[in-house]
């Protein structure tokens, strides 16, 4: 009845016909699908509504004719519709199987010398919107093979910032596996992050924002953290993220810098980050940063990652302390003359008593990162080792000031305790036994009836 199912039922026909899609009318219909989509709301209304099977065609249209002939108007159909109506059509282009045609599509694209660039946009910026809709994006992602696809245009094309953003934003969602992550690390990924992200400028800020959170993303595999310490990036990011916090005056990149703090987050999750952590001086770099930002309510957010990152890098100590890092001062009543707490009295203040043994099987854990198929990524928390969650340790013990023996001598006091109670059956006229009540307590002694 409209034009719009008009049109969609002539592309079913050239779908079926292979003469008609080589045809000029294939081009006809895909530029006048177009033009009413970026035209008209109705038109992107009746495509997504509920019941229409607009978005079923365009696929198989994609899938059948990849992308001879009119394949690049589609796409661009579909990019114009999720981006004009938001995320709940990209959840139907997700149910539809758009994620793996989209996929297809970009491997097929990426064997062009050189590469559409048109195209290359248009795409990542489709699977940047569709990928947090897809939880198995990851996985169809590394099956299909086009993990490499995004960071080698990211690789040759660092200056051109229209490619890089939305290739970026699709790496970003590949790094949420954590197979994923190591197979990028290999490749060069985590170092590739650091030639785009740097010191305080105003411009490509949201190509700084969209790199320093798949750089977190990333940097939450172990085995690409041991990468970045092992070239000293920690000490590049406190750099990063002191001169963020000077020149930021204004406090309008607030997402940056805590941008920058996730990444050290993310890499103090392992013994040798937080080692690195604490030579490069971190704790005062965070310490004194914090101290600033207290004044801003704003900053909140920065403050308290800053206060995770220390309180987890911070050294432990077992109690009682006797050195200037406890503010309670436990005194013992008996030092003794030598053994361990005589050597943990007379440890220098600077010394961590607590021995880190959190990544001692680091290889056991780098295999099964690699071999174990994590489909979600999973938030590695810090565990304090110096928190008692068993509530049976934390229970006071109650133990007797005296003995059984001596409280006897209060016995007469409470008679109810210790002597037997009955009560007489007014029929049969005879003592019947006693019946504790619920709510009484102590030792009560129920006669029987032969005692008097």
Request: glycine residues 4%.
């Amino acid at each position: 009845s409209s034009r719009t199912i008009s049109l969609l039922s002539q592309l079913e026909k050239i779908n079926l016909d292979p003469v008609l899609g080589e045809s000029d009318s294939a081009r006809h219909v895909t530029s006048k699908i177009l033009h009413l989509v970026q035209s008209q709301e109705k038109t992107r209304k009746e495509m997504t509504s509920k019941g229409s099977t607009g978005i079923e065609i365009i696929l198989s249209t994609l899938e059948v004719k990849c992308l001879n002939f009119f394949g690049c108007g589609f796409i661009a159909v579909l990019h114009f519709i999720i981006m004009k109506c938001g995320g709940r059509r990209a959840s139907v282009l997700v149910t539809k199987g758009g994620t793996q045609i989209l996929l297809q599509l970009l491997l097929s694209a990426s064997k062009d010398s050189p590469p559409n660039e048109e195209l290359m946009v248009l795409l990542h910026t489709l699977l940047a919107k569709i990928g947090p809709k897809d939880r198995k994006i990851g996985v169809k992602a590394r099956i299909n093979g086009v993990l490499n696809i995004s960071l080698n245009l990211v690789k040759h094309n660092l200056q051109n910032h229209r490619l890089v953003l939305p290739c970026l934003q699709v790496l970003r969602v590949y790094s949420t596996n954590s197979v994923n992550a190591v197979s990028l690390g290999k490749n060069g990924v985590v170092e590739l992050m650091f030639k785009i992200i740097g010191p305080f400028s105003k411009r490509n800020t949201s190509l700084m924002k969209v790199a320093l959170d798949t750089l977190a993303a990333l940097l939450k595999s172990k085995t690409n953290a041991r990468r970045a310490v092992d070239r000293g990036y920690v000490q590049a990011l406190l750099t990063i993220y002191v001169d963020w916090h000077r020149h930021d005056s204004r406090h309008r990149y607030m997402l940056i810098r805590k941008g920058v703090l996730q990444c050290i987050k993310s890499i103090t999750n392992i013994k040798l980050g937080r080692k690195a952590f604490i030579d490069a001086n971190g704790m005062k770099i965070l310490y004194n940063t914090s101290q600033e930002c207290l004044a801003v309510r704003t900053l909140d957010p920065l403050v308290n990652t800053s206060s995770l990152i220390m309180r987890k890098c911070f050294p432990k100590n077992r109690l009682p302390l006797p050195t200037i890092k406890s503010t309670f001062h436990f005194q013992l009543p008996v030092i003794p003359a030598s053994g361990p707490v005589a050597q943990l009295y007379n440890l220098p203040p600077d010394v961590d008593d607590v021995v880190d043994e959190s990544d001692d099987n680091d290889d056991a854990e780098t295999e099964s990162e690699i071999e174990t198929e994590i489909d979600d990524d999973k938030e590695q928390h810090f565990k304090n080792d110096d928190i008692e969650t068993d509530i049976n340790k934390l229970k006071p013990r109650q133990e007797l000031g005296r003995s059984i023996e001596e409280l006897k001598m209060y016995e007469q006091f409470f008679p109810e305790l210790s002597e037997n109670f009955q009560e007489w059956d007014l029929v049969s006229k005879e003592p019947k036994p006693f019946v504790p009540d619920a709510n009484l307590s102590g030792p009560i002694v129920v006669p029987t009836a032969s005692e008097e």
